[in-house]
């Protein structure tokens, strides 16, 4: 896959659809990204303008992607990727691809460790609360000072989609809630 040109990228900024994740394709111009982990792979849309424009901006390096699904798992009224369709169609952007089974939580307890130094992680509306309240445990380690965090969440008003970014220091209050003990 080539990197995106200069045309994709003003209409990956500023026309795409949907309209809230430009901001995710603005923040990968400024930072260095060289590794992706993406909670919620959905349709593989998302992943692959990521990693098109994070090619443009880090050409001779090797993009690291990580992407955490329910692949087969998910109930069958979501739309989304299968494990083997999903690897097929992101392992032909070039970048090293690495697909983990499973909700937040058991997916992150097995490969966290190994998702040290993570440049962006990017968090999709669809994941169960009580498996990624189980897994910010696990984030802290895998991010850096300049490490961006960005959470999709639906507006309860409209309705409506967008990301809000999250810096360090709001993810270590996260991981630090006790989630063992639980009022019935």
Known sequence: MKPASTFQYFCLTRL???????CLYRALRR?????????????????????????????????????????EARPKEEAGLSLKVAHRQLTA?????????????????RCANALTKTDLMVISADQDPASLEQAWFYVPRMLH?????????????????????????EVAPLAQRDTSRRAA
């Open 16 to 22: 795409s659809r949907p309209a809230h994740q430009r």
């Open 31 to 71: 930072a260095q990204v060289r590794s992706i982990v993406e909670l919620g792979v959905g349709d593989g849309q998302r992943a692959f303008r990521l990693l098109a424009v994070a090619q443009r901006y880090q050409p001779q390096e090797r993009l690291s992607y990580t992407g955490i699904d329910l692949f």
């Open 93 to 109: 952007t070039g970048a090293q691809v690495r697909l983990v089974p499973g909700d937040p939580f058991s997916a992150l307890a």
């Open 145 to 169: 000072e300049k490490s961006l965090v960005f959470r999709e969440e639906r507006c309860l008003r409209s309705g409506r989609l967008s990301y809000r970014r999250m810096s360090v220091a």
